[in-house]
């Protein structure tokens, strides 16, 4: 299946070096290219891609406004697609808000062209894009900086079984569902279903989602470690 794709940025040479690049691609069609997030609503909206490569800084709106538009539509708008979110910096506020609205992840720009593919393709199959080392610190970055309190702390994660529990903090640990499935010494498919259910119970969407969760809500503590009990 061909992937639908568009690219946000407001310099036009960056969006012609990213469309010419993923059009190269067999499964990849570029759809439509804007350059502020205003437009790519619009364009979004009559392109109907499956992933959106949004930058984070653009004049009329920026990409931060633009994925929450795409990742919460009105009620009348069925079509959701993935956000990817561009960035000149690896620490990024707008980015962190970005993936808790739903952003799939997020990648440099200066990124190799490998990486751009690669990502695209993870966010189309509906993965978040969580590989990079620099996701996991942006993440507990602003989890740091935005402490959640003790109440919430002890009742977010209150649905969960202790083994998805366990699940949800090596997961916000940067472990794969493989590394998982070692360290528990379980199935790789039984994995997964933990997961879903996570997502399931948490009402989140990816991956992504998840982590921030796990920060978020005391589970993991920035700079590694998990909570004792729940």
Not at 14 to 27: I, K, M, S, W, Y
Not at 95 to 110: C, I, N, P, Q, T
């Amino acid at each position: 299946m061909t992937i639908r794709v568009i690219v946000v940025d407001d310099q036009a040479m960056v969006r012609a070096g990213f469309a010419a690049l993923l059009a190269a691609q067999p499964d990849i069609d570029v759809v439509g290219e804007a350059p502020d997030g205003l437009r790519a609503v619009e364009v979004c909206g009559r392109t109907l891609p499956d992933v959106v490569l949004m930058d984070v800084r653009m004049p009329e709106m920026d990409g931060l406004e633009a994925a929450r538009r795409l990742l919460d539509p009105p009620p009348h708008v069925t079509h959701r697609p993935k956000v990817l979110m561009l960035t000149t910096f690896d620490i990024d506020d707008y980015v962190y808000e970005a993936l808790r609205a739903g952003a799939s992840g997020f990648l440099l720009k200066d990124a190799p062209p490998a990486d751009l593919i690669s990502a695209v393709r993870v966010a189309a199959a509906g993965d978040a894009l969580l590989a990079p080392s620099v996701t996991r610190r942006l993440i507990e970055e602003f989890a740091r900086q935005r402490p959640v309190p003790r109440r919430e702390r002890s009742t977010v994660l209150n649905g969960l079984t202790p083994r998805e529990t366990e699940v949800l903090g090596l997961v916000a640990r940067g472990l794969s569902n493989t590394e998982i499935a070692s360290a528990l010494v379980v199935a790789e498919q039984t994995v997964k279903t933990h997961i879903g259910r996570i997502l399931a119970k948490l009402g989140l969407r990816d991956r992504a989602q998840a982590v921030i969760c796990a920060y978020e809500s005391g589970l993991v503590r920035p700079g590694g470690g998990e909570r004792a009990g729940r």
